[in-house]
């Protein structure tokens, strides 16, 4: 399978069109792994402010493993939808997100599934970097939100992407590759301003650092070798330069870095007058 078929950056676009989703589903496998994406996700599942016998959905739910812990919060009086147009990550989820409070739901985003006013909270992680419109996926989200409810959101800003090492000039070009296979590489800081928007109420902004440490744990989430390998491809000239890049890498292995902000935004439908 070649670097363009199972790149991470616009793999998740249409997972189902991957031969092979493993290099997808292992990534995200990783990232429960990493600190920093345990600090961000607690804080957006604090912000659905779920209660007991509630109705909440998750827009992307992929592998399903935050749905376990929102039909916690939904107790057993409580239903959780999980939703995404990915059959392949579907399949995965029903093994792993098994729990009688949780269903799941296969949909476009852009075309909810769900009845208008049919959710207490509802979330959106790392989905609408993805999607062809992500304003229409937040509209559709507010519609099945009942009055009052509450959504939060949690999106990388990709601008703000770095890679530590020597070559600044070139983990410059590389940081550039990635971010243009974003369908929305600049959500994250455009997220709060798109909320109120659409009519939000109580709009709330924080920013997490998602770190990742190693060459191993950097290239498992932001594929940085495949990155500079198509972009050797896209310019053959540079290609000496790439794999030289890579090769410094290699050498300092552990003391490797890579980060990017993920914004977690949230607010509230206002009520009925």
């Known amino acids: 399978m070649s670097d363009a078929e199972a790149y991470l950056a616009t793999g998740f676009k249409d997972v189902d069109a991957n ?49 376990p812990e929102l039909a916690q919060g939904v107790g057993p009086g409580g239903v959780v939808v999980g939703v995404d147009s990915s059959g392949k990550l579907l399949a995965e989820a029903r093994r792993t997100a098994r729990h009688p409070a949780v269903w799941l739901l296969r949909c476009d985003a852009h075309r909810l599934a769900l009845a ?4 207490d909270a509802v979330r959106a992680d790392r989905t609408l970097q993805h999607v062809a419109d992500p304003d229409r996926v937040i509209a559709e989200m507010i519609r099945a ?5 509450r959504l939060c959101c949690a999106e990388p800003d990709w601008p703000s992407f770095a890679i530590d090492c020597d070559d600044v000039a070139t983990a410059a070009l590389v940081a550039a590759r990635w971010r243009g296979g974003f ?4 959500i994250g800081h455009k997220l709060a301003g798109k909320l109120r928007a659409a009519g939000l109420q109580g709009v709330w902004v924080e920013g997490y650092d998602l770190l990742a ?18 972009l050797a491809a896209d310019d053959p000239p540079a290609a000496r330069r ?31 007058p």
């Open 19 to 67: 031969q092979d989703a493993a290099k997808l589903i292992s990534c995200l496998s990783f990232l429960r792994s990493l600190p920093a994406v345990s600090a961000y996700k607690k804080r957006a599942l604090a912000g659905l402010r779920l209660e007991p016998g509630g109705v909440a959905a998750d827009i992307g739910c992929g592998l399903g493993h935050d749905l």
């Open 116 to 119: 208008d006013a049919s959710l």
């Open 145 to 149: 939100l009942r009055p009052g409810g």
């Open 183 to 186: 369908r929305n590489p600049d």
């Open 213 to 230: 440490q190693g060459l191993e744990a950097v290239d498992a989430v932001y594929d940085i070798g495949a990155t500079a390998r198509l």
């Open 242 to 272: 790439l794999t030289s890049w890579l090769e410094g890498l290699a050498r300092r292995d552990r003391a490797v870095s890579a980060s990017v902000t993920v914004f977690v935004v949230g607010g509230r439908k206002p009520p009925t």
